[in-house]
């Protein structure tokens, strides 16, 4: 499957919903930085996998999701709500990036300089995820094709 | 009050070039990826190692593992709850953080502490 960058949306998020993200991951980084001097890092790590952002932006895909004016009012918020939905179920597969870039970060940080860690365990972490969700998207669409084909096919004679 | 200072813009502005990645990439299904981004982990660990060393930073990044495997849990719960059961995005997400609590403490109770 192809990716590519849809540069048309950067008009569709408003000012206040970048100002939203930028103060949600600033609170949740001095949050983990004041929860690791009070209980020790053991719990404050537990805090850099925080879902963070993730409310804001399922919000926003519900919200963006709605706006599209291709079906009745009732439609599209049940729609918006699947959206979000959906997006849930990639970042559940995109947690286990997540653990991918703490394992890396563990291993590696004795033996490579932090930047080069740093670099590592996030290539790791998206390539892994890029890869888990292509199988998955496979996966679905080979169930779905199954569903639709008939048991017993007319043979042409 | 300086290093808390810095810590709100490395963080704010980490989470800001991932959410607008996330906003570009095509198909959705990519986009969704960065929801979980390491955003927050990368910002905090950056900054933990030029503060406190890198055995400080390994210690967080072991509990990390268990807070992803919370991560894991709430997502899928959040995923099932909008989906089957079609209710708000926002009350739902917010409410299932209880279960992000609840299982990254359970579980680091269980085997890391």
Known sequence: ?157 | MKELFIRFVVGGTVVSVFAVFDDLLKPKSFAGLLGAAPSVALATLSLTVLKDGKAYAQTEARSMIVGAIAFFIYALCVSRLLVRHKLSALAVTASSILIWMAAAFGLWCAALR
Request: glycine share 8%; with cysteine.
């Open chain 1, 1 to 157: 499957m192809q990716t590519s960058l849809d540069l048309s949306a950067l008009g569709k998020t408003k000012w206040y919903e970048y100002a939203l993200r930028f103060a949600f991951g600033g609170a949740i980084t001095v949050a983990a930085g004041l929860i690791a001097n009070k209980w020790g890092p053991g719990v404050g790590g537990l805090f850099l996998a925080f879902p963070a952002i993730f409310p804001a932006s399922a919000t926003l895909v519900e919200k963006h999701e709605k706006q599209k004016k291709t079906a009745t009012r009732l439609d599209r918020t049940i729609r918006g709500r699947e959206a979000a939905g959906l997006d849930a179920a990639d970042a559940a597969i995109g947690s286990i990036g997540l653990i991918a870039f703490a394992v890396a970060i563990r291993r590696l940080m004795p033996l490579l300089s932090t930047w080069l860690v740093m670099i590592c365990a996030t290539l790791a972490c998206l390539i892994l995820r890029r890869d888990l969700v292509s199988a998955e998207t496979r996966g679905r669409l080979r169930g779905r094709r199954k569903r639709h084909r008939p048991e017993h096919p007319i043979e042409n004679r």
